[in-house]
T-cell receptor, first 115, second 112 residues
Framework: AQTVTQSQPEMSVQEAETVTLSCTYD???????LFWYKQPPSRQMILVIR??????QNATENRFSVNFQKAAKSFSLKISDSQLGDAAMYFCAYRSWAGNTPLVFGKGTRLSVIA | NAGVTQTPKFQVLKTGQSMTLQCAQD?????MSWYRQDPGMGLRLIHYSVGAGITDQGEVPNGYNVSRSTTEDFPLRLLSAAPSQTSVYFCASTHPETDTQYFGPGTRLTVL
């Protein structure tokens, strides 16, 4: 079974600075999807970024980018120019390429942004 | 297009009571799932469904039932509520081409 590990329960960053959240996963599959979700205090789960394992290019969405290291099974999220609105829980998640399989989540990293 | 909707947003139950958490989506997604979120535990899968009439257990299914009579609806039933079921519950549906899960707003359940 796949597992996802987020080793940083809490992180903090100064406003306008850059922060990197770590995520590692364990799988024997070669094709899969990886995701980062953001959960602000409103509780809503919001997709931040998505990566397909067969693509070597790292995904980017505005100030959010990932460092996908397939051999190392690492999928870190970099947030540039951090804003107060980035304060939230961030969850890393894995899904098999095979259809109709569950999403496996890490336990989350709580990010605080300091003004 | 409302996405994924959940009702109620908040609920308080007494031990032993039963109730149904409602979930609906209007995106015609076949795959739907229920999670519970507890502090320090992330999201854990309770049950999921790959289409109408088909359901399966996730990581923590005990004490919960589901059914999927239509593509749109995927209710979660608590048979006899226990304090250990105090949690935030999320329903989600998955886009078939991007495999991206879309979440409802969640239900905060307290069992006294």
């Amino acid at each position: 079974a796949q597992t996802v590990t987020q080793s940083q329960p809490e992180m903090s960053v100064q406003e306008a600075e850059t922060v990197t959240l770590s995520c590692t996963y364990d799988t024997s599959e070669s094709d899969y999807y990886l995701f980062w979700y953001k959960q602000p205090p409103s509780r809503q789960m919001i997709l931040v970024i998505r990566q397909e394992a067969y693509k070597q290019q790292n995904a980017t969405e505005n100030r959010f980018s990932v460092n996908f290291q397939k051999a190392a099974k690492s999928f870190s999220l970099k947030i540039s120019d951090s804003q107060l609105g980035d304060a939230a829980m961030y969850f890393c998640a894995y899904r098999s390429w095979a259809g109709n399989t569950p999403l496996v989540f890490g336990k989350g990293t709580r990010l605080s942004v300091i003004a | 297009n409302a996405g994924v909707t959940q009702t109620p947003k908040f609920q308080v139950l007494k031990t032993g009571q039963s109730m149904t958490l409602q979930c609906a989506q209007d995106m015609n997604h076949e795959y739907m799932s229920w999670y519970r979120q507890d502090p320090g535990m992330g999201l854990r899968l309770i049950h999921y469904s790959v289409g109408a009439g088909i359901t399966d257990q996730g990581e923590v299914p005990n004490g919960y039932n589901v059914s999927r009579s239509t593509t749109e609806d995927f209710p979660l039933r608590l048979l006899s509520a226990a304090p250990s079921q105090t949690s935030v519950y999320f329903c989600a549906s998955t886009h078939p081409e991007t495999d991206t899960q879309y979440f409802g707003p969640g239900t905060r359940l307290t069992v006294l």
